[in-house]
C-alpha cells in the first residue's frame, strides 16, 4: 500500500505536469490551473490553424451562482423622485468617479448621474448644431472622462469634455454599431457591410453581413480597419424598381465585439460559443470557448419551419473593473432570471451568474441594471452584488 507521502507528491506531481503543459502551450497569454472540477474535465487548450483554442466544459469552474442583491438606488418609473427622468435607456457606461452615464432613446439625450443616483447634467440635446444630435447611437468615455457620442442619423461622432461641453467632431463614412475609446484615446467603431451570397429564388436574395472594426485617433483621422467578421444573415426582396423590403430571424447568428479594460479587442461569434482576442492592430492572440447545449424558442410562430434555437450568446457582452468578460445567455420570455456566464482575461470559464434583472456594467461589486416593470416602465438601477 502506498504511503500517505506518497499520495500527496504524486499528487502534486500531476498537477505540476498539467501546469506545464497547459503553461507550454500558451504562449503569451497564461492558463491558470483551475482550482477544482469535481465531476468534469478541465479547460483543454489546442492549436488550430496556428491559433491558440482554450475549450472549457459546460459547467464553469465556480459552479452556477445567484448572489445575494440589495438595491443602492433606482431612478425612472412609477415612483420616481426625480420626475421620471429615464424613458427608453438603452446603453450604460460608468466614470472613474463612479458617475453613470445614461444613453436615452426615447429623449433623445445623454444623462449624467453621480455615484448614488443623483441627476448632475444633460450632456448635449438634439439638433443639428454643434454639441447637438439628431439619433444618438452610442457612446463611451475615455480615460479622461471625455465623451465621444456616434449620432446614427447625422454620421458624425462629437466629443464632449468632462464637463459636458462640446470640443470637437468629425463625419463618418458610414452608420456604426458601437463605439469605444482605448486607454491611447484612440477610438474604435463598429461597420457592417452586406455581401451578396447569391440567388435562393426569383424573388429572394440572401445577404450576408460582414463586421468590420475601424480603429482611428480621437479626430478620427488615420483608420485602420479590422477584420472583416461574420455577421448576420438576412434575406431581401424586390418590391419595384427601386424599392426592396428585408427580413430576418432575430435570432440569425452574429458577431459582436468590445475593448477590454487591457486594451484587447475581443470579437465574440454566437453561431458557435467562440470568442476572439486580438491585439489593437487586429492580430488574433487567442480563442476561447465552452461546450453548449442550444436552447430551443419557445415560439406559436417560428421564423422558419421545424425547430428552431438561440444562439450561443447575446452579442453585446461587457467587461468587469476586474479584466473579466460577461457573456449574457439568451432565454424565453417567460422565465424572469438573467443568465451571465463569466470568464477570466485568459479565456477560463469562471462562473455563470444568476440574477432576475439585466446586468450592463458591473464595478466594484456593484451591478447597474435596467429594469422593466410589468406597466412597461423602465428605471436605471443599482445594486450591490454580495
Do not use: H
Not at 459546460?58 to 445567484?66: A, E
Not at 447637438?132 to 472622462?145: G, I, K, N, S, T
Request: charged content about 25%; overall charge positive.
Amino acid at each position: 500500500m502506498k504511503s500517505k507521502r506518497f499520495q500527496v507528491i504524486s499528487r502534486f506531481a500531476r498537477s505540476l505536469f498539467v501546469v506545464l503543459i497547459l503553461g507550454g502551450l500558451s504562449g503569451s497569454v497564461a492558463i491558470p490551473q483551475p482550482l477544482s472540477y469535481p465531476d468534469q474535465q478541465s479547460p483543454q487548450a489546442k492549436t488550430a490553424d496556428g491559433i491558440r483554442l482554450v475549450s472549457n466544459p459546460i459547467q464553469p469552474r465556480d459552479g452556477v451562482q445567484k448572489p445575494k442583491y440589495t438595491q443602492e438606488w433606482s431612478i425612472g418609473g412609477e415612483n420616481d423622485t426625480q420626475s421620471d427622468l429615464i424613458n427608453r435607456p438603452y446603453e450604460i457606461s460608468l466614470g472613474k468617479d463612479g458617475s453613470v452615464y445614461v444613453l436615452d432613446w426615447g429623449d433623445t439625450c445623454l444623462r449624467q448621474f453621480d455615484a448614488k443616483g443623483k441627476f448632475v447634467r444633460q450632456i448635449g440635446r438634439k439638433g443639428q448644431g454643434p454639441g447637438e444630435y439628431d439619433v444618438p447611437a452610442y457612446f463611451d468615455l475615455d480615460a479622461a472622462d471625455n465623451i465621444f457620442l456616434a449620432d446614427g442619423r447625422s454620421l458624425r461622432v462629437t466629443r464632449f469634455d468632462k464637463a459636458g461641453k462640446p470640443v470637437g467632431q468629425f463625419r463618418l463614412e458610414k452608420y456604426c454599431t458601437q463605439i469605444r475609446v482605448d486607454r491611447q484615446g484612440r477610438l474604435y467603431l463598429g461597420e457592417n457591410s452586406s455581401v451578396d451570397s447569391g440567388a435562393l429564388s426569383s424573388e429572394f436574395k440572401e445577404m450576408v453581413q460582414q463586421l468590420t472594426i475601424r480603429r482611428s485617433g480621437a479626430d478620427g483621422l488615420n483608420p485602420l480597419r479590422i477584420g472583416p467578421f461574420i455577421g448576420q444573415k438576412f434575406m431581401i426582396k424586390a418590391m419595384g424598381q427601386n424599392s426592396t423590403i428585408s427580413t430576418s430571424s432575430p435570432y440569425s447568428p452574429m458577431s459582436g465585439w468590445d475593448l477590454a479594460p487591457d486594451g484587447r479587442l475581443f470579437v465574440g461569434y454566437n453561431g458557435k460559443y467562440e470568442i476572439s482576442v486580438c491585439d489593437s492592430n487586429g492580430k488574433i492572440l487567442f480563442r476561447f470557448g465552452r461546450e453548449y447545449k442550444p436552447l430551443k424558442i419557445k415560439s406559436d410562430r417560428p421564423v422558419r419551419k421545424g425547430e428552431e434555437y438561440y444562439p450561443a450568446f447575446a452579442a453585446d457582452f461587457f467587461f468587469d473593473d476586474a479584466g473579466n468578460s460577461w457573456f449574457r445567455l439568451y432565454k424565453n420570455e417567460d422565465d424572469k432570471e438573467f443568465r451571465f456566464d463569466v470568464f477570466s482575461p485568459e479565456g477560463i470559464y469562471l462562473k455563470q451568474v444568476v440574477v432576475p434583472f439585466r446586468i450592463y456594467q458591473v464595478r466594484n461589486g456593484k451591478a447597474y441594471a435596467i429594469v422593466e416593470t410589468d406597466e412597461g416602465f423602465k428605471s436605471l438601477r443599482c445594486y450591490r452584488l454580495e
